[in-house]
């Protein structure tokens, strides 16, 4: 069942290209299915950060902020950002180093003539809605 997207996230979406707020859109709903499918990570916050569409584990606490826009005003180009403080790109990379490509240690960059490498992308939005139950064991 999609889930509806909150005013404030569907104004940035709308003020994208066609193109890439699609691509968006389908990211979001990864996102959203990710956090479902793991017990520990409880309900997303879906709210902006620095005008971005943000997903936060605010009530389970789990994992770090993940972002998600254009990439630099990109027609073309989109990311997934996390927190920049963590290892989380430097794992990425490490796992996914050959299908990914990435922005020093903060962004997943992905163009739309490109498809979504899903299960490799999946698995990284794993590792961050549940980051901290990793650092803290």
Request: proline letters at 5%; glycine letters at 4%.
């Amino acid at each position: 069942m999609a889930q509806m997207i909150p005013a404030p996230t569907a104004a940035v979406f709308d003020a994208l290209s066609t193109d890439i707020a699609d691509r968006l859109r389908e990211l979001r709903r990864l996102i959203l299915a990710t956090a479902q499918e793991n017990p520990d990570v409880g309900p997303l916050e879906e709210t902006l950060k620095w005008g971005e569409p943000a997903y936060l584990t605010s009530a389970s606490r789990s994992g770090t902020t993940i972002r998600i826009n254009a990439y630099r005003k990109s027609d073309t180009r989109y990311a997934l950002f996390v927190h920049c403080q963590t290892d989380l790109v430097d794992r990425y990379k490490q796992l996914y180093g050959e299908i990914l490509t990435f922005e020093g240690r903060r962004a997943i960059i992905f163009d739309v003539a490109e498809p979504l490498p899903r299960e490799a992308v999946k698995h990284c939005i794993a590792m961050a809605l549940t980051y901290h139950q990793r650092v803290a064991s």
